[in-house]
Structures are given as structure tokens and as C-alpha cells.
């Protein structure tokens, strides 16, 4: 039976949470459901599957005060479009809110029943927001954190997240479910097979933007100490600050004619195709969606043992990828891999299929 679905999201760049919604959305409507995805800024790195109810509710306030009502403002704006979506399409039966910003002003709706409610946790929350926090910032950034979940129905993209939120900022869910993150084998493999200008290079390959969590610092150092010589290219985007960072350490390491920056690719994944090996070097992934795609794309993955989903998709003789979060041991097990790859011929992914995690949301609304 078809249901009625709406998605929202904080914009649309290119990040891994907002290639899930999308994923999802596109995954939802091919199995008859209807959905509205709902962005709240107009930005959109990526294309709109097709039969989407696409609306961008922005943000247009100048005054100057406009920090401090900016919340309550946005969430009345989302309340206006909400009732206009469902008095023109019938109530939603399903409403999931992605990324933080925006879990922020939908749990300040007023038309959104809780019920029919769920907060999507991309993220380690404590690697995002309390580090590098203490006394009184720390305090209210957990206060804060706390009023937005509590009592709330969450969705953790891995069983990490979820208790992360729990123990760290003290927060009693409604009600709770793990449901990993969705990929279409299928698309992934086509898309795989466009033209890709590094085919006969040997290059392992870092995917994500450029951004502190990420660890690029460390990815290079283990690179630069691992003695490689095939090239590592860098997909991703980032703050000119950050850019500035990552080229002046290549600079510093010596490595300039060994590291290639390719920026933002909206289909990565001949590059992941051709590859090596794919490496993750951060402080934490809520999932690693990077991970999964290399997978299925068949190139062996190496990533920090960091706080997230790496650990449990890294199972079995693919633990062997699997480092220690310092520079030596990230740069050992590059070299190992990259040297002794596992046989990744017959994973079972199934885990992670469109179909699975589609069915999972939809049973959000049949399982009370």
C-alpha cells in the first residue's frame, strides 16, 4: 500500500547524508510511495530523481536580530509549507528530518505530529559538537542537544550513533531503530562504468569533503610514511581555509607530484572503481557510505578504527583493513592492503540494498 513520505533536509551540497536522502527518496518512489523532500536552503549538488515533490522552503529574514528568532522563524515557515503539502496531497504518513541543523527546527513544529516523527542521526554527536567544548559550552551544547531528542524517535545509521547520543548528552528515546544506510548495487555499478581519465594509473583514492573530522592531516602523513608510490587522489571540496591546510602540509610532506586534487565529482565511482585501494582516515563516521560504495565497486578499503559504522562493516579478513587512529599504524595497514588486498569477490552487502532499507523506513509507520 502506498504511503506518504516527506523528507527534510538542510540543503542538498554534496555530503554523504544528503546523497542518502536522495538515495532514499529515489529508492522510496520506485516502490510506490509517495514523497516530498523538503530542503531548507537552496543549495543542491546533485540531481533530483525524477516524480520527487521537491521544495526548497528558504530563509529570507535580514533584520538584524534575525540569529536570535532564527529557529522558532524557520520552523513556522516549515509549518506553512507542511500544511500546504498535505491540505493540496493528504496527511504524511511518515516524516524523517536529516542532519542536526535541521532536527533543530523541526522539533520546534508545531503541525508535525511526534508520532509519525523520526530524527535521522548521521553523525558521532560527540566527535561533532563536544570536542574541544568545556565548563559552560560544554554544558549547554549537551542541554541544548538534549531538549532537541528527548522523547523523540530516533534512527541511528549505525548502533554507535545511537548510544552515543544516549550516553553523552543523556538523552531517553520514544523509540528507537538502527537502520543502516541505502545503496542501489545496481546504480552503483553502472555508474561505475563511465569513462574515467586515471583507467591505467595506480592511484589509491581518499573520498570526502575537507573538513577537520575528515583527518587529511593524517591521511597524508600515513600516505607520505606508507612509501608508495602510486599516486593518491583527493575527491572532495572544502573552506578555502581548509584547502589552504591540505596543500600547504602536501607542500611540507613533499609529495606534490604524487597527490592529485580532483574537488567535488558527482559520480566518484569509476574513480572508486579503478582504484587500489580506498582509504578513510577519520575521527569518525557516523556510517562510511564510502566504504560500502568501494565495496561494491569492488576496491579493497583501509580506515581508521574510529567511532562509527567502519567497524561493523569491516567484518571478517576485511578487519584486516581496519587502523589504528595514528599515523603509523593507518600508514602499516595502507601498505599491507594495498600489498595483500582480501578477496572481496562474494561479500554478502545485502545488508545495505535499496529494497532492505526501504522496507525498514515503511515499517516505521506499520510497527507501532
Request: hydrophobic share 40%; proline share 4%.
Amino acid at each position: 500500500m502506498s504511503k506518504r513520505i516527506l523528507l527534510i533536509i538542510d540543503g542538498l551540497p554534496g555530503g554523504g547524508a544528503e546523497k542518502v536522502v536522495l538515495s532514499l527518496s529515489k529508492g522510496l518512489i520506485e516502490r510506490g510511495h509517495r514523497v516530498s523532500l523538503f530542503s531548507l536552503r537552496t543549495v543542491c549538488d546533485y540531481p533530483m530523481p525524477a516524480q520527487v515533490d521537491y521544495q526548497v522552503i528558504e530563509d529570507r529574514c535580514k533584520k538584524p536580530w534575525r540569529k536570535l528568532t532564527e529557529l522558532h522563524r524557520r520552523a513556522a515557515l516549515l509549518d506553512k509549507a507542511i500544511k500546504a503539502a498535505e491540505q493540496s496531497g493528504g496527511r504524511y504518513d511518515l516524516i524523517v528530518s536529516h542532519l542536526h541543523k535541521t532536527d533543530r527546527i523541526v522539533s520546534r513544529s508545531k503541525v508535525l505530529e511526534p508520532e509519525k516523527t523520526w530524527f535521522c542521526l548521521h553523525g558521532v554527536f560527540s566527535a561533532s559538537y563536544l570536542a574541544r567544548r568545556s565548563g559552560f559550552s560544554l554544558w549547554l551544547k549537551k542541554f541544548k542537544t538534549r531538549c532537541v531528542y528527548q522523547d523523540r524517535n530516533l534512527i541511528g545509521v549505525s548502533q554507535f550513533v545511537l548510544d552515543d547520543l544516549k550516553s553523552s548528552f543523556y538523552v531517553k528515546p520514544r523509540r528507537e531503530r538502527v537502520i543502516f544506510n541505502p545503496f542501489d548495487f545496481d546504480a552503483v555499478r553502472q555508474l561505475s562504468l563511465d569513462p574515467c581519465d586515471m583507467a591505467n594509473e595506480d592511484y589509491v583514492i581518499h573520498v570526502g569533503r575537507f573538513h577537520q573530522t575528515k583527518r587529511h592531516d593524517r591521511l597524508l602523513r600515513a600516505y607520505a610514511a606508507s612509501g608508495l608510490t602510486a599516486k593518491l587522489l583527493l575527491i572532495g571540496q572544502g573552506s578555502s581555509e581548509s584547502t589552504d591546510k591540505i596543500t600547504q602540509l602536501v607542500d611540507e610532506l613533499g609529495i606534490n607530484d604524487r597527490v592529485l586534487f580532483k574537488g567535488f565529482i558527482a559520480n566518484p565511482y569509476p574513480y572508486i572503481r579503478h582504484a587500489k585501494l580506498l582509504i578513510v582516515s577519520s575521527d569518525s563516521e557516523g556510517f562510511g557510505n564510502v566504504l560500502v560504495e568501494a565495496l561494491i565497486c569492488q576496491t579493497a578499503v583501509v580506515s581508521t578504527r574510529c567511532p562509527g559504522g567502519p567497524i561493523s562493516i569491516m567484518t571478517g579478513d576485511l578487519s584486516r583493513g581496519l587502523a589504528e587512529m595514528n599515523v603509523a599504524s593507518l600508514a602499516e595497514t595502507i601498505r599491507e592492503v594495498y600489498f595483500t588486498p582480501p578477496n572481496i569477490a562474494d561479500l554478502d552487502l545485502d545488508a545495505y540494498s535499496i529494497e532492505k532499507i526501504c522496507n525498514q523506513y515503511v515499517d516505521l509507520i506499520n510497527k507501532k
